[in-house]
Structures are given as C-alpha cells and as structure tokens.
C-alpha cells in the first residue's frame, strides 16, 4: 500500500485558516484520498475525501496536486473544536478497501 | 440518530483474566470493524466482518484473540489469558457496507480502553 507523510504536529490561532500538508508520492491512480480526525478520547471521524479534484463540504476542503503526490486539508476558521490528530489515509479502489490504515496524523493546536 | 456504542468505556483487568468487549453498530451498517490503539499511534486495523462473517481476520495480533456477530448486528472481541501489552484503546466501526469504489465511510464508536495490570 501507498504511504503517507504528515508532519508530527502544527498550530494554529482560533479564526484563522489552516492548511494541513500529506504527502503521497508513491499514490496510484486508483487511489483515493481520504481524511480523518481524532478529537481527544473520541473515535476517528470521518472529514472528507477526494480523487483528482478539489474538494469542498461542510467541514473542510480538499486540495489535490495535479500530479497527486500531494493534498491539502484545508479549515477555513479553525476552531477550539477543531484540535484534533488528522490523518490522510489511502484507499484502493475496490479490494480490501475495506480496511483503514492509519499512520500518526498531525497534530493540530488551535490556540484561542 | 445513534451512532456507535462500545462498552465497557473503561476495562481494567488483571494479567491472565479473559475480558469481552461489545460493540453496538449503527442500526442498518452490514460492516463492523476493530481496531486497536496505542498511546500515541494511530488506529490499527484487526478485524472486519460483512454480515455474520468475519471477512478479514488478518490483524489479529494471535489466538487469545477472537471476535463473534452471530447476528449480523452486536459484536463481541474477547481476549484471553490477558497480557500487559494488551492495553490500548479498542474501537469499533461500522459502515453502511464494506467495499466499494471510493472507500465508505466509517463511523467510529468512542473506544474502550483496557488496561491490564
């Protein structure tokens, strides 16, 4: 399975937007993007989740590189409620997709 | 609605005792999944069920673990002959079904944690 790189951890100030970098330079082109956060003692939830384009809802964007080594998360406003680990995760089309493969996210700080 | 619920939330034991751990899914998610984590890594997959059936039981860590959905709905992970470096985080999953193209989303219950002295 492809792999992902995040940074161990960012920070950010309340109201502010934050961009969260992953990378995934060995990704193929079946692929999808996917991310989730874990906010403290809570299970994961899902985020967002993407496959060429640019992606947008009520929670975050996903920005994709053209060449798709790379995404970008995106929180317009952060939050206190929004310091959580994130993780991007890979998933195949089809097969075993089934199965999450989480690495150690990024941490992220909002202070107020 | 309900999302998913695990119980016990908290689970300490003693070295050597067997523990079970249940999962409620969201009503209608034909998948369930476990996974297990440590302090400050992120989740690792152990095992998936479609339905009744335990599909891929490939990240179980070794026999003192096992996992039933006799029904297709609750399931239970139990572990015997507890070991310290069983303690970590147990969560369960569901989703609306398994495999698909883009990958469903999973919803996760809150975790239990075990802690074995």
């Known amino acids: 399975d492809a792999k992902t790189t995040q940074p161990n951890s960012m920070e950010s100030n309340e109201e502010e937007p934050v961009h969260l970098p992953c990378n995934h330079s060995?990704?193929?082109?079946?692929?999808?993007i996917h991310w989730y956060r874990q906010l403290p003692s809570q299970g994961p939830e899902y985020v967002i989740h993407g496959l060429t384009s640019n992606v947008n809802n009520r929670m975050a964007s996903l920005a994709i590189a053209e060449d798709r080594k790379s995404s970008t998360l995106i929180l317009h406003r952060a939050t206190l409620r929004d310091a959580a680990v994130y993780y991007c995760i890979l998933r195949r089309s089809g097969g075993s997709n089934y199965k999450l493969t989480f690495g150690k996210g990024t941490l992220l700080t909002v202070n107020p | 609605g309900a999302g998913v619920s695990q119980t016990p939330s908290n689970k300490v034991t003693e070295k050597g005792k067997y523990v079970e751990l249940r999962c409620d899914p969201i009503s209608g998610h034909t998948a369930l999944y476990w996974y297990r984590q440590s302090l400050g890594q992120g989740p690792e997959f152990l095992i998936y069920f479609q339905g009744t059936g335990a599909a891929d039981d490939s990240g179980l860590p070794n026999d003192r673990f096992f996992a039933v959905r006799p029904e297709g709905s609750v399931s239970t992970l139990k572990i015997q002959r507890t070991e310290r470096g069983d303690s970590a985080v147990y969560l369960c999953?569901?989703?609306?079904?398994?495999?698909?193209?883009?990958?469903?989303?999973?919803?996760f219950g809150p975790g239990t944690r075990l802690t074995v002295l």
């Open positions: 999953a569901s989703s609306l079904i398994g495999t698909s193209r883009q990958g469903n989303e999973q919803f």
């Open positions: 060995t990704i193929s082109g079946t692929d999808y």
